[in-house]
Nanobody, 128 residues
């Protein structure tokens, strides 16, 4: 499994960034995929996850602090996962990691130890 995150950068408060995660060895339609972040001196926290439900549906999870501002999506044809981040705040500054849990998103909020694979991080800095 390989995950490669990109799209980070420096943005002013209120601005937007779109993170991308290129995957290989993962079935985008079947596995939980998403994002964690880690700010200096803080624990790694789950940000968002997308999973499949039913035959062709999907579910999403967001940590409370990003609800209404971030949107996760996937493109199974391209094996990609995205995180659109709008209305960015200085508190969003962190190293963002793409990750996958083969069993889904159920543990994303509280069990990063269950993550099956991590990508290298991409730095997001929100500052004026």
């Amino acid at each position: 499994v390989q995950l490669q995150a990109s799209g980070g950068g420096l943005v002013q408060p209120g601005g937007s960034l779109k993170l991308s995660c290129a995957t290989s060895g993962v079935t985008v339609d079947y596995h939980g995929l998403g994002w964690f972040r880690q700010a200096p001196g803080k624990k790694r926290e789950g940000v968002s996850c997308i999973d499949s439900v039913g035959g062709s549906g999907y579910s999403t999870w967001y940590t409370n602090s990003v609800k209404g501002r971030f949107t996760i999506s996937r493109d199974s044809a391209k094996n990609m996962v995205y995180l659109q981040m709008d209305s960015l705040e200085p508190e969003d500054t962190a190293l963002y990691y793409c990750a996958t849990d083969f069993s889904g998103c159920g543990s994303w909020s509280h069990r990063p130890d269950l993550i099956d694979a991590w990508g290298r991080g991409t730095q997001v800095t929100v500052s004026s």
